[in-house]
């Protein structure tokens, strides 16, 4: 599963237990 969260949306999930990893982006010429 993947997706976005904002810096708030992520602290919520941690708080809740759910466990993530943050993916650097690249730029698009680089996908």
Not at 3 to 20: C, D, M, Q, R, W
């Amino acid at each position: 599963i993947y997706g976005e969260a904002t810096l708030e949306e992520a602290k919520s999930l941690a708080e809740e237990g759910v466990e993530f990893m943050p993916i650097p982006s690249f730029p698009d010429e680089r996908n």
